[in-house]
Antibody
Framework: EVQLVESGGGLVQPGRSLRLSCAAS????????MHWVRQAPGKGLEWVSG????????GYADSVKGRFTISRDNAKNSLYLQMNSLRAEDTALYYC??????????????WGQGTLVTVSS | EIVLTQSPGTLSLSPGERATLSCRAS???????LAWYQQKPGQAPRLLIY???SRATGIPDRFSGSGSGTDFTLTISRLEPEDFAVYYC??????????FGGGTKVEIK
């Protein structure tokens, strides 16, 4: 059974940093691209960032480019999101999602339950 | 960036009725690289349709997708009580930049 478990969310002040993690199990992690997708309270879905199986291809939404960094450790079956210079508008539930493919972004066939990030003073 | 516009914002229907949801793209989505998801309150999204018309594993055949280019449709042939939820379209034709539509809420009339 595929499982994606996010952690690392919490309350953080504007301008500070936070690192999210996603622990994957139930599939061959290094065969697939992975993503972060967020959802602000009461709002729709927003793709944040994606990374290919070997970290060779990485993409970011314009809203986070230059502030967020995605990475993965295939030996640990883990995905990460380093979030710097956080803003109030980054407040959201952050989902880890598995891509159907290994290389580029396609669609998301499995999702975690999310970790909540609240940016507030 | 391809912008996806979903309509209507809210669809009020009764169980047993047919639901037709629209997703329009600001430019052509290559190779019909469009997916649909269902999200219920407090839950993560669930993949329904990919490639504009292919049902994901375990998805009932009352769900169907169609369209190409800039206009796509998700149809639920006969609404079951568990189908009342929010539905999102997502394009992956301009990968690695992926985008979602704003969502359509299907509510009980």
């Amino acid at each position: 059974e595929v499982q994606l478990v996010e952690s690392g969310g919490g309350l953080v002040q504007p301008g500070r940093s936070l690192r999210l993690s996603c622990a994957a199990s139930g599939f061959t992690f290094d065969d697939y691209a992975m993503h972060w997708v967020r959802q602000a309270p009461g709002k729709g879905l927003e793709w944040v960032s994606g990374i290919s199986w070997n970290s060779g291809s990485i993409g970011y939404a314009d809203s986070v480019k230059g502030r967020f960094t995605i990475s993965r450790d295939n030996a640990k079956n883990s995905l990460y999101l380093q979030m710097n210079s956080l803003r109030a508008e980054d407040t959201a539930l952050y989902y880890c999602a598995k891509d159907l493919s290994a290389v580029a972004g396609t669609f998301f066939d499995y999702w975690g339950q999310g970790t909540l990030v609240t940016v507030s003073s | 960036e391809i912008v996806l516009t979903q309509s209507p914002g809210t669809l009020s229907l009764s169980p047993g009725e047919r639901a037709t949801l629209s997703c329009r793209a600001s430019q052509s989505v290559s190779s019909s690289y469009l997916a649909w998801y269902q999200q219920k309150p407090g839950q993560a999204p669930r993949l329904l349709i990919y490639g504009a018309s292919s049902r994901a594993t375990g998805i009932p055949d009352r769900f169907s997708g169609s369209g190409s280019g800039t206009d796509f449709t998700l149809t639920i042939s006969r609404l079951e009580p568990e189908d009342f939820a929010v539905y999102y379209c997502q394009q992956y034709g301009s990968s690695p930049q992926l985008t979602f539509g704003g969502g359509t809420k299907v509510e009980i009339k």
